[in-house]
Nanobody
Framework: QLQAFGGGLVQAGGSLRLSCVAS????????MAWYRQAPGKQRELVAH????????NYADSVKGRFTISRDNAKSTVYLQMTNLKPEDTAVYYC??????????????WGQGTQVTVSS
């Protein structure tokens, strides 16, 4: 189960920090990511992190403005968003690729949190 927090309304140029906590019968979370979906558009990958190495990658549209990080002990992934633009307005979803206690691979989605950037 994933629960996301931190969305809201912000003016262009402002900042927000999203958090997503994984819970349940998780042995290990291997990968965590943030996606977003704007009205009338497909869901797109925003940022991704490998929890072991900390290696990250970003969509070109957010490079230099967004930072993904994780706290493995808390099974939490963060997305620090700075210099927000109106085109960043979307519902943001967290996603994890994890291993359950019984050894099954689990792909999970959070419930989504709305980010609205006003011009």
């Amino acid at each position: 189960q994933l629960q996301a927090f931190g969305g809201g309304l912000v003016q262009a140029g402002g900042s927000l920090r999203l958090s997503c906590v994984a819970s349940g019968e998780i042995y290990r979370v291997n990968e965590m990511a943030w996606y977003r979906q704007a009205p009338g558009k497909q869901r797109e990958l925003v940022a991704h992190i490998y929890t072991g190495s900390g290696s990250t990658n970003y969509a070109d549209s957010v490079k230099g403005r967004f930072t993904i990080s994780r706290d493995n002990a808390k099974s939490t992934v963060y997305l620090q968003m700075t210099n927000l633009k109106p085109e960043d307005t979307a519902v943001y979803y967290c996603n994890t690729d994890s291993l359950s206690d019984s050894g099954q691979r689990m792909l999970s989605w959070g419930q989504g949190t709305q980010v609205t950037v006003s011009s």
